[in-house]
T-cell receptor
Framework: AQTVTQSQPEMSVQEAETVTLSCTYD???????LFWYKQPPSRQMILVIR??????QNATENRFSVNFQKAAKSFSLKISDSQLGDAAMYFC??????????????FGQGTRLTINP | ETGVTQTPRHLVMGMTNKKSLKCEQH?????MYWYKQSAKKPLELMFV???????ENNSVPSRFSPECPNSSHLFLHLHTLQPEDSALYLC????????????????FGPGTRLTVT
């Protein structure tokens, strides 16, 4: 079964600095999808960024970028120019290959990110 | 309304009560999901519906009963719950199969905070 591991329960960063959140996963598949979600105190899960395993180029969304290392099964999230509004729980999630019908996301345990002003 | 909505946002019920959680997606998606988020545990998938057909039941106790009358609505019927069922229940939707660049991305509702007394 696929598993997702986030080894950093908590992280903190100074406002305007850069922080990297780690995620590793275990799968025997070659085609899959990886996501980072953000869950602020409101508890609303918000999609931050996605990465398709077949793409070699790392995904970027404004201040958010990933470092996808397929051989190492590593998928870290880098947040540049951290802002107070970035404070939240961050979850890494895995989705298996394209098959007919829907598939679940497998989530990591989450990393709580604190932004220090 | 936009995105994914859930009602009620908060629910307190006794162990002998019967209640229902409602989810509605306004994104034109063809798959819907129920997840459970407990303290100190990763998000756990409960049920998946694809094109209104249940495709996964993740060993959930029978006191939880899902219903998907159409591709926009999803219900979770609750009866004779236990205190350990207290959690945040999240609904999500996605577009599966052939589609645009946002396919397979799951979009979440704000959740229902359930307390069983």
């Amino acid at each position: 079964a696929q598993t997702v591991t986030q080894s950093q329960p908590e992280m903190s960063v100074q406002e305007a600095e850069t922080v990297t959140l780690s995620c590793t996963y275990d799968t025997s598949e070659s085609d899959y999808y990886l996501f980072w979600y953000k869950q602020p105190p409101s508890r609303q899960m918000i999609l931050v960024i996605r990465q398709e395993a077949y793409k070699q180029q790392n995904a970027t969304e404004n201040r958010f970028s990933v470092n996808f290392q397929k051989a190492a099964k590593s998928f870290s999230l880098k947040i540049s120019d951290s802002q107070l509004g970035d404070a939240a729980m961050y979850f890494c999630a895995y989705r298996g290959p394209q098959v007919q019908g829907a598939q679940k996301l497998v989530f990591g345990q989450g990393t709580r990110l604190t932004i220090n002003p | 309304e936009t995105g994914v909505t859930q009602t009620p946002r908060h629910l307190v019920m006794g162990m002998t009560n019967k209640k229902s959680l409602k989810c509605e997606q306004h994104l034109g998606h063809n798959a819907m999901y129920w997840y459970k988020q407990s303290a100190k545990k990763p998000l756990e998938l409960m049920f998946v519906y694809s094109l209104e057909e249940r495709v996964e039941n993740n060993s959930v106790p029978s006191r939880f009963s899902p219903e998907c009358p159409n591709s926009s609505h999803l219900f979770l019927h609750l009866h004779t719950l236990q205190p350990e069922d207290s959690a945040l229940y999240l609904c999500a939707s996605s577009q599966e199969g052939v589609g645009g660049p946002k396919r397979y991305e799951q979009y979440f509702g704000p959740g229902t905070r359930l307390t069983v007394t």
